[in-house]
């Protein structure tokens, strides 16, 4: 019979233990410790609740428009654009800070020089970059949304900071806009750690299917008689989550992982043949798994089906090799 099975995002999403592992040190616990102590700030979880409350209906009401699936790359970009965009404040910023800690300068200067130039560049970087990641941030989850909304509120933070130092360069005071600057710079790093830690300790806006490929041979998901017509169904084989579907005849088999953040397509509604996940609203095409709206920006891998007796049969990508006819055992 068929079942539901749980996503690796509903694991991602559990709240994180408290304590060490036995044997570790603070030398390699304080990342985690971190991420639990700000996870745990009372004010950060009331402001969460709020934006959430706020800009949660606001999304799902909007989420067919166009420049709205753009924030966060799309189908056309193929990833998310906000890692790439956060790029150019934080190699701006450095730049206007060399060229400070360079400038030898005796006098103080009025107007907007090479560093002040860096600077301003930055800023409106920023706030590109700063739409973009509040696209992003409504279609995360849990303890990941909390943290990513203390990531930006540091950047919120360093881009204030880094305003007021364009402002005092502009009026003369060059040693008040290197320290601005300065202190701007190292909330940005602060700010970075935590993007990172969303990206490649908790996987958020990646590719969640990118290495799913079996089973490598023909094998046996569901007895044919247990899969109704016009309803999403969740089966497992050789540890592959995967959805089956069947419309006038017609099998279709996806990955029952959305690519995007780990939903169970199963769980969602199917209608023209196109599977919208629960969790966010990204749509698949059933026949190629195609990329119908997002925040999902890569298409769910597709899985060839047969009957054989009495059986629905499912293989991944890959078939597993055969051996040569000469080996010997």
Known sequence: MSQEFDSPAATQQAEPATGPPPGATR???WHDDLVVWVDQLGWLRTVNDWLTAALGPFRERHQDNLALELLHGGRWVGHPLHPALSDLPIGLWTGATVLDAADRSPAPQHGLDAAGMLSA??????CVTALTGLGDWTV????????????????TAALGLQGASLGARMTGHRGTA????????????????LGGHLVFTKGVMVNRVGWAIGPRRWVRALPEADLPDDSPTAVEAEGRQILLYRHRGSLYALDNICSHAGGLLSRGTVAGLTVTCPLHGSRFA????????????????????????????????????????????
């Open 27 to 29: 030398l390699v616990t």
């Open 121 to 126: 560049a930055g800023i409106l970087a920023a």
């Open 140 to 155: 995360s989850n849990e303890q990941d949304r909390r943290v990513g909304l203390f990531h930006g509120l540091l950047n």
């Open 178 to 193: 290197r320290a601005l600057g300065t202190a701007s710079l190292t909330v940005t790093a602060a700010a970075g750690y």
């Open 286 to 329: 059933l026949a190629d798994g195609s990329v119908g709206r997002g925040p999902a920006s890569q298409p769910q891998p597709v899985l060839r089906t047969r009957i054989r007796n009495g059986w629905i049969e499912v293989r991944g990508s890959q078939p597993a090799p055969r051996r040569p006819a000469t080996e010997r055992t």
